[in-house]
């Protein structure tokens, strides 16, 4: 790929969001130039891509800009038909994913952040939502007959994997479990299986590195909630 086909992201290391992508470039075999952005001092660049949101992870493919992960993951999949693909072809099928797709990006991510912003009785009902919600979504993915443990890294892996893939580190910072092999067996087992791929390997962030961080934003979140 030469300069017609420039790639950059802007991202963050510890983001789930920039992950998503960073993975799906990395299952298409894309190279691409990535810009670590600091979120507390945001540069230029990051404003002028995402001027609404101001948020990573920021596509710019060739000077132009692509924001908000899930938006930018479809964009990989039809501008590069090249390596395995993120969404299925078959429209009924792609419909389901889009929709445990956005289910994992509403509905689930709502709920863990909640387990961020509290403790006690309040944290364990909190948890408690995000368990039913994983049941909602195994029972779902087994109905729509949606292969969630293939090895191809399609959109609802990528999904799972950059949500749950760390689920050690957020045990250890939140005290409770996020991802529970009782509780929904098939989406533990397709998680800590995916966790082994050199390609995941390549982009989790270190155990150690990612619980110090988190627990600065345990502190954090937990001091906006008191204050
Ligand atoms: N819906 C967005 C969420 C992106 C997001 O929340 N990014 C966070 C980092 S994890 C961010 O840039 N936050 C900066 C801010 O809120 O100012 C997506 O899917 O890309």
Redesign the pocket.
């Known amino acids: 790929m030469g300069e017609e086909n420039k790639i950059i992201l802007h991202g963050?290391w510890a983001?789930?969001?920039s992950k998503r992508v960073e993975l799906a470039l990395k299952v298409k075999g894309i190279p691409y130039e990535y810009v670590e952005e600091d979120?507390s001092n945001k540069s230029p660049l990051l404003l002028k891509y995402n001027p609404i949101h101001?948020?990573?992870?920021v596509l710019v493919h060739n000077g132009k800009p692509v924001s908000?992960?899930?938006v930018i993951l479809e964009y990989i999949d039809e501008t590069w038909k090249i390596g395995s693909l993120i969404l299925p072809e078959d429209p009924h099928e792609r419909a389901g994913v889009r929709f445990w797709a956005n289910f994992i990006d509403q509905h689930v991510l709502l709920s863990v952040a909640k387990i961020w912003k509290s403790t006690g009785e309040e944290q364990e009902k909190a948890q408690e939502e995000v368990l039913e919600k994983m049941r909602i979504l195994e029972e779902g993915m087994k109905s729509t007959n949606l292969e969630i443990c293939a090895n191809d890294l399609g959109l609802l892996q990528i999904l799972l994997l950059t949500t749950f893939g760390s689920f050690k580190a957020y045990e250890e910072v939140l005290g409770v479990k996020v991802l529970v092999q009782e509780n929904t067996p098939l989406l533990y087992s397709c998680v800590t299986s995916l966790n082994e791929l050199p390609v995941v390997k390549e982009i989790c962030p270190p155990h150690d590195k990612l619980v110090a961080l988190l627990n600065i934003y345990r502190q954090n979140a937990f001091k906006s909630t008191t204050n």
Not at 54 to 57: A, C, E, I, R, Y
């Open positions: 963050t983001s789930l969001f979120l101001k948020k990573v992870p908000e992960s899930l």
